[in-house]
């Protein structure tokens, strides 16, 4: 019971944060809070756009979302899978069918991020084009 | 066999399934002539139990809340797959603890952020309030 209503209560968030995202745009209203990485550093991290980026998806402008964060745009069908896999199989014991990633597979999905975090700061013009919103701005 | 969680045809020797990583050793008794590392090391399963990696929530916490704590869960969640490879059952699920533990200190951290932000806010509010008096 315990569990259910702790997933009931993750559900909840979610869609309360799904409804924020799509009424409130992070990059104009100040109720989302800035990322920590940005505010304490300046660099941009590997995230830095994807809340501004799903707000642009769930108006349906996907050249901004991907201008703001491709990252976001990339990963978020494969993580809303993944997220609806893991809620059926807390549900009902089973997710959706599922490939195995081999570790070399993630080891380089988690290279890939942490290169973008890096050549996204980068003031050199074909990669400061992947700093959030760059590109709208040609 | 046929894997219970996503239904993935595996060898009947397979100690976890390939699809998914559930392990299958626990549904039907190992045969006895097939030493087993989960026999090996001692550790038994409980029925039916998967061999979490959660990358989706790694990749969650690094990606949508901006939180460098998450690259380390991204790379504990590798080491169970490659444990899994390996037939590594009890290391997989040191590695998914370790995964887990990652995952839960970017969300207290996450949340702990946006409890810092919230303050700031009010704080920010009421001073304004202040000023324009």
């Known amino acids: ?22 009424v409130f745009d992070p990059a104009t209203s100040g109720i989302f ?40 745009v990339v990963l978020l069908p494969f993580l809303t899978y993944g997220l609806a896999s893991f809620v059926l199989f807390e549900i009902r014991g089973q997710g959706l069918p599922q490939p195995f990633l081999r570790a070399g597979w993630i080891r380089a999905l988690c290279g890939a991020i942490i290169l973008f975090g890096i050549v996204r700061n980068l003031p050199l013009h074909p990669f400061e084009l992947l700093a959030p919103g760059a590109m709208l701005r040609f | 066999m046929f894997c219970s969680q996503c239904g993935a045809n595996n060898p009947d020797t397979a100690l976890v399934c390939a699809q998914c990583g559930r392990n299958l050793q626990a549904v039907t008794p190992a045969s006895p002539l097939q030493p087993t590392p989960l026999q090996a090391t001692g550790v038994v399963l409980p029925a039916g139990t998967t061999v979490q990696n959660y990358l989706v929530f790694a990749i969650l916490t690094t990606v949508f809340c901006c939180l460098p704590t998450g690259i380390p869960a991204i790379i504990y969640a590798a080491q169970v797959n490659g444990k899994l490879q390996a037939g590594d059952v009890a290391g997989a699920q040191i590695a998914s603890k370790n995964a887990k533990m990652w995952c839960l200190i970017s969300l207290g951290l996450g949340i702990g952020c946006m409890a810092l932000y919230a303050i700031l806010i009010m704080v920010g509010v009421l001073s304004g309030i202040h000023q324009n008096r």
């Open chain 1, 1 to 22: 019971m315990a569990k259910n209503r702790l997933l009931a209560a993750m559900l909840a968030v979610c869609a309360a944060g799904v409804v924020m995202l799509r």
């Open chain 1, 33 to 72: 809070p800035p990322c920590p990485v940005h505010y304490l550093t300046g660099w941009y991290c590997p995230g830095c756009g994807s809340l501004r980026a799903i707000h642009q998806l769930l108006h349906g402008d996907l050249r901004a979302a991907w201008a703001l964060n491709p990252l976001t």
